[in-house]
């Protein structure tokens, strides 16, 4: 008797429609995914090899995989989470190789210690303790009135800051907020436990968050 495989995802797949296209063999889909993916795709290679030309070719060598395995993928994932798989094993392989860099579950930690500075919460002391202190309070941006023109400013203020993050809060928040997996799908694709994944994303959106406060309190 031959055992069944694990079942099919039940997870509806965003990109069922592109996913079509590139089964029908269009170029102009498969191109368009390469422009949009890409950039997400090099933050996340970056964060396991030693330098940019090395994530760039990770990123190319994923593109080829994807190109060889698509006629026998079977859709028990979704299509990104399924590329954003190739991606990490090929990263992972190229940073072994270089000997420059370990598995992401190998990496320092970087989950460790408050996610925001104590000094900004009230003291034990305070009528009520752990609340904001006045200066500690997160401002309202919504309430700055130069906020539409700062926008774009804003939006390149925190690509710095998720390039700055370390590469495992990196690699999740770039999953998670900028590509759209869901914590089951960023768990796959990295092999790490959703305790571990919540972590990195708490602590990568606080890091970010932080980076927002300073630049509109300056």
């Known amino acids: 008797?031959?055992?069944?495989?694990?079942?099919?995802?039940?997870?509806?797949?965003?990109?069922?429609?592109?996913?079509?296209?590139?089964?029908?063999?269009?170029?102009?889909a498969f191109a368009d995914l390469v422009d949009r993916w890409s950039p997400a795709m090099l933050r996340v290679a970056r964060a396991y090899v030693s330098n940019a030309q090395s994530a760039e070719d990770a990123v190319q060598d994923t593109w080829l995989g994807v190109v060889r395995g698509l006629p026998t993928f079977e859709g028990r994932s979704t299509l990104r989470t399924w590329v954003f798989t190739i991606l990490v094993n090929r990263a992972r392989t190229r940073g072994s190789r270089e000997a420059r860099t370990v598995p992401l579950s190998s990496l320092a930690r970087d989950d460790e210690g408050p996610t925001?500075?104590?000094a900004r919460f009230r003291g034990a002391e305070d009528p009520y303790p752990d609340h904001w202190t006045p200066i500690g309070v997160p401002p309202r941006?919504?309430?700055?009135?130069?906020?539409?023109?700062?926008?774009?400013?804003?939006?390149?203020?925190?690509?710095?800051a998720l390039t700055?993050?370390?590469?495992?809060?990196?690699?999740?928040?770039?999953?998670?907020?900028?590509?759209?997996?869901?914590?089951?799908?960023?768990?796959?694709?990295?092999?790490?436990?959703?305790?571990?994944?919540?972590v990195l994303l708490h602590r990568g959106r606080a890091a970010l968050r932080q980076a927002l406060e300073d630049y509109y309190r300056s």
């Open 1 to 28: 008797m031959t055992t069944p495989g694990p079942p099919a995802s039940t997870t509806a797949d965003p990109d069922a429609e592109v996913l079509e296209q590139l089964r029908q063999g269009d170029d102009q």
């Open 116 to 118: 925001v500075d104590p």
């Open 141 to 160: 941006w919504e309430t700055q009135p130069e906020g539409r023109v700062l926008a774009k400013e804003a939006v390149r203020l925190l690509g710095a």
């Open 164 to 198: 700055a993050l370390p590469p495992r809060q990196r690699v999740v928040v770039t999953l998670r907020d900028v590509q759209g997996l869901s914590s089951d799908e960023a768990c796959e694709a990295l092999t790490i436990t959703a305790q571990n994944q919540r």
